[in-house]
């Protein structure tokens, strides 16, 4: 497909459990972002990547959550010892330049977190 | 900072009415960019328009029109004749010069009753 795909769409997890999140940005995307959307708000920034460099992680909650995007492409958002408000849908866009200015952002659909 | 505000948090409208969605925002930045995204309930966010703080001309495009004043700093969206289709949460985004991320409001849950 053409679009941002992510993986799983859905996971359900017991506290203190370890998840992980997948995102598939549009081939030759450079910037890469990740929000979190609480349930009835709008996407919050996490994180972003150039490529593969972490420019800016100011919206990580906790040291618990960390992303990475080894190889410029695929990346993944790591929850360790998930605890219930980690439960949101965690959003992944992709840019296909550097981010600024006018860069449209093209989201994929989501993971929905259930933390138990 | 940067903050949108969407005020309306629900609307009901009936099919072939025209609805606005209101939008209130607040940066600094002399230079910066606001966008309407559409979330259907299959939860991806699909970009439906984008104004620069340079442009206030008001556009329409198919059945969305769109009314950016900076005095107000509002950027209102509106969907003329309504289809039950266009259900959706709408959100109001803004991505100033300085800053990559986009800040998003609270979102606007919209229906349209056949």
């Known amino acids: 497909g053409a679009g941002v795909s992510q993986s799983p769409r859905y996971k359900v997890a017991k506290r203190g459990q370890d998840v992980a999140l997948r995102c598939d940005p549009i081939s030759g995307h450079v910037s890469l972002f990740w929000y979190q959307q609480a349930l009835g708000q709008g996407p919050e920034f996490l994180t972003y990547?150039?490529?593969?460099?972490?420019?800016?992680k100011s919206g990580l909650p906790s040291d618990r959550f960390f992303a990475e995007r080894p190889e410029g492409s695929v990346s993944t958002l790591k929850i360790q010892r998930t605890q219930q408000e980690d439960s949101a849908v965690y959003l992944c866009a992709s840019s296909p330049r550097i981010a600024g200015g006018y860069n449209e952002q093209f989201f994929g659909p989501g993971t929905r977190l259930t933390v138990l | 900072a940067q903050k949108v505000t969407q005020a309306q948090t629900e609307i009901s409208v009936v099919e072939k009415e025209d609805v606005t969605l209101d939008c209130v925002y607040e940066t600094r930045d002399t230079t910066y960019y606001l966008f309407w995204y559409k979330q259907p309930p299959s939860g991806e966010l699909v970009f439906l328009i984008r104004r620069n703080s340079f442009d206030e001309q008001n556009e329409i495009s198919g059945r969305y029109s769109w009314n950016f004043q900076k005095s107000t700093s509002s950027f209102n969206f509106t969907i003329t004749a309504s289809q039950v289709v266009d259900s959706a949460v709408y959100f109001c985004a803004l991505l100033t010069g300085s800053a990559r991320q986009l800040t998003f409001g609270s979102g606007t849950q919209l229906t349209v009753l056949p």
């Open positions: 990547f150039q490529n593969e460099a972490q420019l800016d």
